[in-house]
């Protein structure tokens, strides 16, 4: 059974940081790219940041304020989040992808909100 279970989110001032992590299991890690997502209320699921093998890429919107990496021995991926904004209010999806096969799983969502 596969699972992805994040953690970390939480309420944060504008300009603070949060650190957002997801567990896999169930999948052999390091076959799979992984990802982060958000959605906010009334918006669609968009792109944050992925990781593949060492290949990253980035929404022009969070460029240069966060950053997502991965631990391999312990089958996490991690969204560090800086100087956030309250635009980045959001619920945050852990993804994990095999290549272009179409399989994929989804975590539960951690909710991220940003005061101002």
């Known amino acids: 059974q596969v699972q992805l279970v994040e953690s970390g989110g939480g309420l944060v001032q504008a300009g603070g940081s949060l650190r957002l992590s997801c567990v896999a299991s169930g999948i052999t890690f390091s076959l799979y790219g992984m990802g982060w997502y958000r959605q906010a209320p009334g918006k669609q699921r968009e792109l944050v940041a992925a990781?593949?093998?060492?290949?990253?890429n980035y929404a022009d919107s969070v460029k240069g304020r966060f950053t997502i990496s991965r631990d391999s021995a312990k089958s996490t991926v991690y969204l560090q989040m800086n100087n956030l904004k309250p635009e980045d209010t959001a619920v945050y999806y852990c993804?994990?992808?095999?290549?272009?096969?179409?399989?994929?799983?989804w975590g539960q969502g951690t909710q991220v909100t940003v005061s101002s």
């Open positions: 993804n994990a992808a095999l290549g272009d096969s179409g399989r994929a799983y």
């Open positions: 990781i593949r093998r060492s290949n990253t």
